[in-house]
């Protein structure tokens, strides 16, 4: 059979491109090796979809090229894709630093999407693999179909026991395209022995700021049995490097608490300082870690500066991530510098084009990385 387009991959960023062409007169395929459409928005934000950010603007997004989604961003906005989300019906709520979710169910979000592309004519076809892809004469052939429009839109390889893989980049490396090298995000470190005593508090959380090579986050921490999680750990996880030690302030203000605490009672120790402020099992751990060889009202000013050092800059060196077993998205991929970021179609090869997180283009936490699908999405569509 032969169409103008054939995209590959039926998730988030796939379902937006196949929608917009075909809603603009485009016979479309869409092909997906998976039973269903949608599975990682299925399973978003615990069954809710946090399916954009109110605040998304390009230096939320990781990039070799940081302005690379501005184009993409401004035209189809936040807005524009809640304004979708309305006309369907659905009731949603914003959570914390701008996050929108589903009051119901991240379902609705796929069928809306479903709809869209019935409504755009776009054939959808399951349980596919895409096989053998070739170019001759500007027509695609792959699926056992041709076009002379392709897009990739097949994802990274995060979560692969949800059918993610990397043949976005065997595609790219095909028609001669560079890749950033990937790495998992959003995702949990590990902890070494010399850090034994954090994850034997598995559990705990605490709000924090936790840094990574200069980059902050203000959100919870918690410690895991592995390590350490929570969605300022995830959210500095994007900015890691092997090697790179991770700091958390788990007690803002640390030196006026505990002079406070000091003048308050003297004749207690560190633990009874920090258990005022912290869970107690952290505070334990702390207390060990830090150890103040003295009651507080003994404790010179120099000796509280000292503490509350450590306790503003908590520092671990991970021996690692929890990888793409755990990873919510993959960072890096088909290199931006080969794409037109108005339409996300490859320079130097015409009708190739790359969407959602196949291309080096990585959200932080909170709705940014659908919103990048979804523009993403749209602006390949409108060019097919
Ligand atoms: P996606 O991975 O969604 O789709 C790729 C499609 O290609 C899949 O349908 C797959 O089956 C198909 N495919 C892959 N290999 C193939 C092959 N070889 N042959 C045929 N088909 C193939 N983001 C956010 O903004 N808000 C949120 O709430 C969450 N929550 C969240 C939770 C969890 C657990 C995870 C793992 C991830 C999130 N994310 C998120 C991230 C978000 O899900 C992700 O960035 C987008 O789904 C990316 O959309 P894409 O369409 O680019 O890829």
Redo the contacts with the bound molecule.
């Keep these: 059979m032969h169409y103008d387009a054939i995209i590959?991959?039926?998730?988030?960023?796939?379902l937006m491109c196949a929608a917009t062409a075909g809603q603009a007169g485009a016979r479309v395929l869409l092909?997906?090796?998976?039973p269903k459409?949608?599975?990682?928005?299925l399973?978003?934000?615990g069954g809710r979809?946090?399916?954009t950010n109110t605040g998304t603007e390009a230096s939320r997004f990781l990039s070799e090229n940081p302005h690379f989604a501005k184009s993409a961003l401004s035209r189809y906005t936040q807005w524009d894709f809640l304004e979708l989300v309305q006309a369907h019906g659905i009731a949603w709520h914003e959570k914390t630093l701008g996050q929108l979710f589903c009051d119901d169910s991240a379902r609705q979000i796929v069928a809306m999407l479903l709809d869209e592309c019935a409504k755009g004519g776009v054939e959808v076809r399951l349980s596919t693999?895409?096989g053998e892809i070739s170019h001759a004469d500007g027509i695609y052939r792959a699926a056992g179909a041709t076009a002379p429009a392709l897009v990739i839109?097949?994802?990274?390889p995060?979560?692969p026991k949800m059918?993610?893989?990397g043949?976005a980049y065997d595609i790219a490396r095909q028609f001669g395209l560079n890749i950033v090298p990937p790495r998992p995000a959003l995702v949990p470190f590990t902890l070494g022995d010399d850090d034994a005593a954090f994850r034997d508090i598995s559990g705990v959380a605490v709000p924090s700021v936790a840094s990574v090579r200069g980059k902050s986050f203000e959100e919870a921490s918690l410690f895991t049995h592995r390590g350490l999680s929570g969605p300022a750990i995830l959210q500095v996880s994007s900015y890691w490097a092997p090697g790179a030690p991770v700091t958390i302030n788990v007690l803002p203000d640390a030196g006026a608490k505990l002079r406070d605490a000091r003048k308050r009672m003297p004749r207690a120790g560190l633990k009874a300082a920090l258990v005022e402020h912290l869970p107690k099992r952290l505070a334990d751990v702390l207390a060990v870690r830090i150890a103040l060889p003295t009651e507080l009202g003994n404790a010179s000013d120099t000796m509280l500066d000292g503490v509350a050092a450590r306790l503003e800059n908590l520092t671990f060196h991970p021996t690692g991530t929890e990888g793409y077993a755990k990873a919510?998205?993959t960072a890096g991929g088909i290199d931006t510098a080969a794409l037109s970021s108005k339409t996300m179609e490859a320079r130097t090869v015409p009708g190739l084009y790359a969407?959602?997180?196949?291309v080096d283009v990585t959200?932080w936490l909170g709705?940014?990385?659908?919103?990048w699908?979804w523009s993403s999405g749209v602006a390949a569509g409108q060019a097919i």
Excluded at 8 to 14: D, I, P, T
Excluded at 153 to 156: S, V
């Design positions: 590959l991959g039926a998730g988030g960023a796939g092909v997906d090796h998976a459409a949608g599975k990682k928005v399973i978003s934000g979809c946090n399916f693999e895409i839109a097949t994802g990274g995060s979560i059918g993610a893989t043949i919510e998205v969407i959602g997180e196949a959200g709705g940014y990385n659908f919103q699908a």
